[in-house]
C-alpha cells in the first residue's frame, strides 16, 4: 500500500505501545472504549473486555490509579482490539517485574500466530526479544552493529574460553572482541563451524543476544576487562 495515498488505511491497522500510558489519567477503560470505536472501524469492544476480564483490569477504575504493570495490560488490550497487523513497541516491557512480563510476551506470541501480524519491538531487555524475536537488529549510538535472523546470529557466535597463552596463539582476525581477566580471556567469534575446525583444541560456549551485543559494543577496543 502506498503509505501516502492509503495513510488512513494503513493506520487503521497498527497499534502503537509505549513505556508510559498515553492516556489520561481520568479516562476508564469504558470511556476508552467509547474513544477508540469512534477512531477504529475496527474496535471490537467485545474484544476489549475479554481482554480486560484477562488482565483483571477494572472497567470503571480511573487510569490515575492503575499500577505500571496494569498500565501496560491496558495498553496491549487497547491495542489488540482493533484488528492491527503491525504492533510497534517502544520498550513495552522495561520495569515489569518477571511475571507480568512474561504474560505479556505469552499475548506477542498468540498475537504472531497469525501470519498476517508483525512485532517492530526496541528493548533492552534481550531475553524477552530471545523468547519472541525472529529478526535482530543491534544499533548502538545510531550505528548498526549486526542484523539478521536470530537464531542465525545464535548459531553463527560463540565464546572461545581459553588461557591467555592460548588466546595469544588464535589469529586475531577470528576474533570480535576479548575480555581479558585475571582468570583467562573469553574472545567471540562470529564463525563458530570455522572457529571449531580451526581450534579444536579449545572449548568454544554458545552464546547469548546479551553477550553478542556486549562483545560487539566493545569491538572497537578489541580487547578489554
Known amino acids: 500500500m502506498d503509505h501516502i495515498k492509503d495513510e488512513y488505511e494503513i493506520k487503521e ?3 502503537a505501545v509505549f513505556d508510559e500510558l498515553p492516556f489520561h ?5 469504558k470511556t476508552l472504549s467509547y474513544i477508540m470505536k469512534s477512531i477504529y472501524k475496527e474496535w471490537d469492544n467485545a474484544k476489549f473486555r475479554e481482554y480486560l476480564e484477562r488482565f483483571a483490569l477494572p472497567e470503571k ?3 490515575g490509579k492503575f499500577s505500571k504493570g496494569m498500565k501496560m495490560k491496558l495498553q496491549i488490550a487497547a491495542a489488540l482490539s482493533h484488528n492491527a497487523r503491525l504492533l510497534v513497541m517502544d520498550e513495552a516491557t522495561t520495569g515489569l517485574d518477571p511475571v507480568v512480563r512474561n504474560e505479556i510476551l505469552d499475548i506477542f506470541l498468540e498475537y504472531l500466530q497469525d501470519e498476517n501480524n508483525s512485532i517492530l519491538m526496541s528493548s533492552h531487555i534481550t531475553t524477552d526479544l530471545e523468547k519472541v524475536a525472529d529478526s535482530v537488529t543491534f544499533i548502538d549510538k545510531g550505528k548498526l552493529l549486526i542484523t539478521g535472523y536470530k537464531d542465525d ?25 576479548a575480555r581479558i581477566s585475571d582468570f583467562g580471556v573469553s574472545a567471540m567469534v562470529s564463525d563458530k563451524a570455522s572457529a571449531m575446525r580451526k581450534y579444536s583444541g579449545l572449548v568454544i560456549d554458545n552464546t547469548t543476544l546479551e553477550e553478542i551485543m556486549l562483545f560487539y ?3 572497537s577496543k578489541k580487547e578489554w576487562m
Open 13 to 15: 491497522h497498527i497499534s
Open 153 to 177: 546470529i545464535l548459531e553463527s557466535h560463540g565464546v572461545i574460553k581459553c588461557t591467555k597463552k592460548d588466546y595469544a596463539d588464535i589469529d586475531p582476525s577470528d576474533i570480535l572482541s
Open 217 to 219: 559494543v566493545n569491538a
Open 25 to 29: 489519567d481520568d479516562l476508564n477503560a
Open 61 to 63: 477504575k480511573k487510569f
